[in-house]
C-alpha cells in the first residue's frame, strides 16, 4: 500500500494527524490539484485520503484548464496544488494570469508542488497567495503545513 511506504509508524503519525484535522478541516472545503502527471495526482489523492483530508479534491491537468475551472466554480479552492512542469500553460503562467484573475479569491492558498530547480521556487515567492513551496511528492509534513493554515 502506498501509506505503508511514507509512514515508519502509522499509529504515531495518525494520531498527531488526526488531531489536527479536526481542528482544521472543516475550514477546508475544497483542493485543487494542478499536474499534467497522472501518477502525481493518484498519489497526492492518496496522501490527502490517508491524512483524513476529506474535503472535495478537483483536478485539472494544466494551467489553462484550471483557469477555466475558477471561471466557472461556484465555489474557488481553498488549496491549489499547482505544478510547474505542465504543457499548454506552466505553473509559473498560472501564476500570473491568477494573480490578476477577476474571479480570484483573496483566502485561496497556493502550494506550489513541484519537482523544478530552486530559480522557480523563487519566482513563484512573487505572489502573495503563494503560501509554501514543495518538492515532489506531497508528504505527511507537507499535509501538516497546509492544514496549519486553516
Excluded at 479534491?57 to 491549489?80: H, S, T
Excluded at 510547474?84 to 483566502?107: A, S, T
Excluded at 505572489?127 to 515532489?136: I, L, P, T
Amino acid at each position: 500500500m502506498i501509506e505503508d511506504t511514507f509512514i515508519m509508524n502509522p499509529e504515531t503519525h495518525k494520531t498527531e494527524t488526526e488531531m489536527i484535522a479536526k481542528q482544521c478541516s472543516p475550514a477546508l472545503k475544497k483542493i485543487l490539484l494542478v499536474d499534467d502527471d497522472k501518477s502525481f495526482i493518484h498519489l497526492n489523492r492518496a496522501m490527502l485520503k490517508y491524512n483524513d483530508v476529506t474535503c472535495q479534491i478537483d483536478e485539472c491537468r494544466n494551467g489553462q484548464e484550471a483557469l477555466a475551472y475558477i471561471d466557472v466554480a461556484k465555489q474557488l479552492p481553498d488549496v491549489i496544488l499547482l505544478d510547474i512542469d505542465m504543457p499548454v500553460m506552466n505553473g509559473l503562467e498560472f501564476l500570473e494570469k491568477f494573480e490578476g484573475h477577476d474571479n480570484r479569491d483573496e483566502q485561496t492558498k497556493v502550494f506550489v508542488l513541484s519537482s523544478s530547480v530552486d530559480q522557480d521556487r523563487v519566482k513563484s515567492r512573487r505572489y502573495n497567495f503563494v503560501k509554501g513551496y514543495f518538492h515532489k511528492p506531497l508528504t505527511d509534513s507537507h499535509i501538516k503545513e497546509i492544514l496549519s493554515l486553516f
